[in-house]
């Protein structure tokens, strides 16, 4: 105390302290306690002693920008991406995968124990992702009428500023990397991107200015089918121009077989988003096809298909396990999508109905269950808000799989009223699983958790969780 009964701070901003790193928290940055405190530290990993400096000082935590390591990790590996600490992608390269493994199961664990306030909840060891580089059916990569230059292109002469074909610096709308090879994606994903950026950058028609909202070349969006090796490229601009799209798509088609697909999606909104308003096809069909497991699914330009394929297989065969059906059961499906989930249980399931907001998922959904000659899956639109409490039916298994913000508290209170014996929980951030998991914690016991990794090198983590209703 300093006399005046307020509690002393062991930092302040702008002081430089010596850390040592305990562990990694949810996000991906190095924690460490300073007389209790907790400070956060970018590019740290745990078991490392490094120099840093306050940034930002609250009464609870801290936040300081790494100087200098002053004795690395032992779990500390060499970077495989020349990206890696500009491009915010795969912040975790760094650190040994079967330690990334271990980190996320502490935080997942960790998530329950503190916001979710269970104890003694069986998490199970992450499941390991194979492959882990080049696992990322789909990219998206940003024109940028400007280049953020890297410190050491910074030196470099006859660059050009003007033109950029990449990826964000974390946390910015504006700053793109000029990026030559994302290693998450696979080949020739990366020969594509470079076609498209010679063919753009030739063609002297400007890329679209994140500021000015002037300009073509907004977006371009690769997608893999696993199953059939083939592509998918979309190209987003500002503005229709068949004349300078066709023979793009023409040289693609030509230099790459896999290549089956090539659109132009068309979008005169501000947002940056890779949605186009309208599309043309330029090239083969206006999809391509997957698979997940035995049932397939064509994917067009806008559909949502998770994003790691071999992943949401070992994703929906833990949600299977734990949905534990014997064919007589009716399971719902909140925030259903494309209806995969729906479709991957159909089989030992009477009957599945999957509620979803977005009309164009559920669109995909109705053609995917026609695909699969799947006959006994329904979908209901609109916002589970408003659509589970009209729904007609008794639910034997309730599987939730919401957005990353999680459950709106109102459909927690109304899954409660709904009272289903199961629920399984599919989640990407235990942090509001944890959460919810609360909120229910009155009638449901977390029986187990298995989190899976999707997106190795990344500090994302996803989540199955089993729910039983108390007797
Ligand atoms: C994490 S995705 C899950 C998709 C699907 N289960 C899968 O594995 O592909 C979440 C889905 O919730 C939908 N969604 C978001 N808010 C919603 C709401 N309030 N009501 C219904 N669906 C919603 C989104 O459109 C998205 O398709």
């Not at 991406?81 to 960790?110: F, M, N, S, T």
């Not at 594509?192 to 500021?211: E, N």
């Not at 290549?259 to 940056?272: D, L, W």
């Not at 899954?415 to 399984?424: E, F, Q, S, T, W």
Request: proline fraction near 6%; hydrophobic fraction near 40%; charged fraction near 20%.
């Amino acid at each position: 105390m300093n006399g005046v009964d307020q509690p002393v701070s062991p930092v302040r901003k702008g002081q430089a302290v010596d850390l040592e790193i305990e562990t990694l928290a949810f996000g991906g940055r190095g924690l460490a306690r300073v007389d209790g405190l907790a400070v956060f530290v970018d590019h740290t990993l745990p078991g490392d002693r490094v120099s840093a400096r306050i940034t930002r000082k609250k009464s609870n935590f801290a936040e300081a920008r790494l100087l200098e390591v002053l004795s690395p990790s032992p779990f500390r590996v060499l970077p495989q991406c020349p990206y890696c600490g500009h491009c915010g992608g795969c912040r975790l390269q760094i650190l040994d995968y079967d330690k990334q493994l271990d980190c996320k199961h502490e935080q997942v664990a960790d998530a329950l124990r503190h916001i979710g306030l269970v104890e003694n909840v069986p998490v199970h060891p992450v499941m390991p992702a194979d492959p882990v580089w080049g696992y990322r059916n789909k990219m998206e990569f940003s024109f940028a009428d400007r280049r953020w230059l890297l410190p050491e292109e910074m030196e470099m002469e006859n660059i050009d500023t003007s033109f950029a074909l990449g990826l964000h610096v974390p946390g910015t709308f504006h700053k793109v990397i000029d990026v030559d090879a994302c290693l998450l994606l696979p080949e020739p994903g990366n020969a594509i991107l470079g076609d498209v950026r010679a063919y753009a950058r030739a063609s002297g028609v400007p890329a679209y200015g994140l500021k000015s909202h002037q300009g073509f070349w907004r977006f371009l969006m690769l997608r893999h089918s696993v199953a059939h090796d083939n592509w998918m490229v979309n190209i987003v601009t500002a503005a229709e121009d068949r004349r300078l799209l066709q023979p793009l798509a023409d040289l693609l088609a030509d230099r790459y077989p896999e290549v089956v697909s090539v659109v132009n999606n068309i979008t005169a909104r501000k947002a940056g988003v890779a949605q186009g308003e309208y599309e043309i096809l330029l090239h083969g069909a206006p999809f391509i096809s997957d698979r997940l497991g035995r049932f397939s699914f064509d994917i067009s330009a806008n559909s949502f298909f998770q994003t790691n394929t071999r992943g949401a297989e070992r994703l929906y065969t833990v949600a299977r396990e734990y949905a534990g059906l014997t064919g007589s059961q009716t399971v719902v499906d909140l925030y259903c999508g494309t209806g995969t989930i729906a479709i991957w249980l159909s089989g030992a399931a009477k009957e599945v109905i999957g509620l979803e907001i977005n009309d164009s998922c559920l669109a995909d959904a109705v053609n995917n269950c026609r695909t699969n000659n799947v006959s006994n899956v329904r979908f209901v639109a609109g916002d589970v808000k408003e659509t589970l409490p009209r729904l007609d039916c008794r639910a034997d298994v309730l599987v939730i799989d919401p957005p990353r913000a999680g459950m709106h508290k109102d459909v927690v209170e109304q899954v409660l009223a709904m009272a289903p014996p199961r629920i399984v929980y599919v989640s990407c951030n235990p942090a509001t699983l944890a959460r919810d998991v609360a909120m229910l914690s009155e009638a449901y016991t977390v029986a187990e958790v298995q989190p899976v990794d999707m997106f190795p090198h990344t500090p994302h983590i996803e989540c199955v969780a089993r729910l039983d209703k108390k007797a």
